[in-house]
């Protein structure tokens, strides 16, 4: 199968946080992924970075299947983890650099609600 892409005109980057994760939780996570951006993830001055903040700044946070978070780290983007103390210290949440495009996977997950 054809690793089949999705593009948009602006950069987006996906949090990703396991759907069997409380409401409250799920908030703390995507606080918590938020602030490790600069620490764990990518530093201002990366180009992609500096335009996603000034052009952009745009996430979807969508609530995925187990087997949708191990999917997602199959596509060789970059991203990194978010463990939970609350839940053991697994991890619970991906968070994947902006980009514009996308593979098409991304576009069917579902928005956290």
């Known amino acids: 199968m054809a690793n089949r892409t999705t593009t948009t005109e602006y950069s987006k980057m996906y949090v990703l946080i396991k759907d069997w994760v409380d409401t409250g939780h799920a908030v703390n996570t995507a606080c918590h992924a938020g602030a490790m951006i600069r620490s764990r993830g990518w530093p201002d001055d990366d180009p992609v970075m500096a335009d996603w903040?000034?052009?952009?700044?745009?996430?979807?946070?969508?609530?995925?299947?187990?087997?949708?978070?191990?999917?997602?780290?199959?596509?060789?983007?970059?991203?990194?983890?978010?463990?939970?103390?609350a839940f053991d210290s697994q991890d619970i949440a991906l968070v994947f650099k902006p980009r514009k495009e996308w593979p098409k996977f991304f576009s069917f997950l579902n928005l956290w609600k």
Not at 58 to 68: D, S
């Open 53 to 85: 903040y000034k052009t952009s700044f745009r996430k979807a946070t969508c609530a995925v299947t187990e087997e949708q978070f191990e999917k997602a780290k199959t596509y060789g983007l970059d991203y990194f983890s978010v463990q939970e103390m």
